[in-house]
C-alpha cells in the first residue's frame, strides 16, 4: 500500500516490513532517528511496549493505549493512533447509520481502538468479552461508561445497531466465528463490521448478509489507518483507492 502511494506522489521512498523481536525494540528504534527515515508502523506485541520509547505520545494514542504510527521529527520520534480513525471513516464509508447500541465483541488492543471512536462519537457502548475483567478495565482505563458481559447469551441483541468484532475468529479460517450463538437478532437495519480483512468475507460477514443485514469489511480500516499514517509522514494526502487497488487481491 505504501510503496503504491510512494509512486502516486511520485516520491522516491520505499516501505519495508521488518521482523523486531521485543527485546531488541528500544535499539531498533534508534534506526529511526536518522535523516533518510521518515517513520514506522507497529503491529503486535510492540503496540504498547513502545510507549516508554518514544519522546513524545500524542493525546489519542495516550487515552487508547497503544501507538501503531511513528513520526520522525527532526531527532525525535512521535507516537500517534490511526487505527481509531481509520476504523471510523470505514464504518461510515460502509453505510452505517448510528443507531441502537454498539456491541463490541473482544476487549484487546482493537477494540480499545473501536470504543475510542464510537465513544467520541457518542455512541452507547457494550463488550462481551470471555473475562469480563479486562472488558470492564478496559472502560474504567478509558474513562468510558459501557456495560461488560460475560457470555452472549446474555446480551440482549435486539437492542444492538452495530455489531463489531475486534477479536481475531475467522482470521484465515472461514470456520470460524466470534458467535457462540445462533446468528442473532438485531436492530432492523443494523450494522455488522468485522476488523479481520483476511479473508475478506469472513463467516461473521457472509451470515449478517444472509440476515439482510449491513456489513462492512475490515479492509477499509486497513487502507484509512494507513493513508493516515502516510499523510502524517510526507505531509501529502493519497486517495484511498490507491492503497485499495494495491492490496485487494491479496485478502480474497
Known amino acids: 500500500m505504501h510503496n503504491a502511494a510512494f509512486q502516486h506522489i511520485g516520491m522516491k521512498g520505499v516501505y519495508q516490513a521488518v521482523d523486531i523481536e521485543p527485546s ?3 535499539k531498533s528504534l ?8 521518515l517513520g514506522a508502523n507497529l503491529s503486535l506485541p510492540h503496540k504498547e511496549a513502545v510507549v516508554p520509547f518514544l519522546d513524545e505520545i500524542e493525546p489519542v494514542a495516550r487515552r487508547i493505549g497503544a501507538v501503531n504510527t511513528i513520526i520522525r521529527k527532526d531527532s525525535k520520534l512521535l507516537g500517534t493512533n490511526t487505527d481509531a480513525d481509520g476504523f471510523y471513516q470505514s464504518l461510515m ?6 443507531q441502537g447500541i454498539a456491541l463490541i465483541l473482544g476487549a484487546g ?5 473501536a470504543v475510542h471512536a464510537l465513544s467520541q462519537a457518542g455512541l452507547t457502548l457494550w463488550i462481551q468479552n470471555r473475562t469480563p475483567e479486562r472488558a470492564q478495565q478496559l472502560l474504567d482505563s478509558m474513562q468510558v461508561e459501557g456495560r461488560v458481559f460475560a457470555t452472549q447469551q446474555e446480551v440482549p441483541f435486539s437492542e444492538v445497531g452495530l455489531l463489531v468484532n475486534t477479536s481475531s475468529a475467522g482470521l484465515s479460517n472461514l470456520q470460524e ?4 450463538v445462533p446468528f442473532p ?3 432492523s437495519g443494523a450494522t455488522v463490521y468485522d476488523m479481520v480483512y483476511k479473508p475478506l468475507y469472513t463467516r461473521l460477514l457472509l451470515e449478517a ?3 439482510g443485514y449491513n456489513t462492512v469489511t475490515g479492509i477499509g480500516m486497513l487502507v484509512h489507518q494507513a493513508r493516515l499514517a502516510f499523510e502524517r509522514w510526507t505531509g501529502q494526502s493519497v486517495p484511498a483507492s490507491v492503497m485499495f487497488d494495491a492490496v485487494k ?3 480474497q
Open 24 to 26: 531488541c525494540l528500544g
Open 30 to 37: 534508534l534506526r529511526l532517528k536518522e535523516p533518510d527515515v
Open 93 to 98: 464509508e460502509g453505510g452505517y447509520q448510528p
Open 109 to 113: 488492543g482493537a477494540a480499545r481502538a
Open 177 to 180: 466465528t466470534p458467535l457462540t
Open 185 to 187: 437478532e438485531l436492530q
Open 209 to 211: 448478509n444472509e440476515q
Open 249 to 251: 487481491d491479496t485478502l
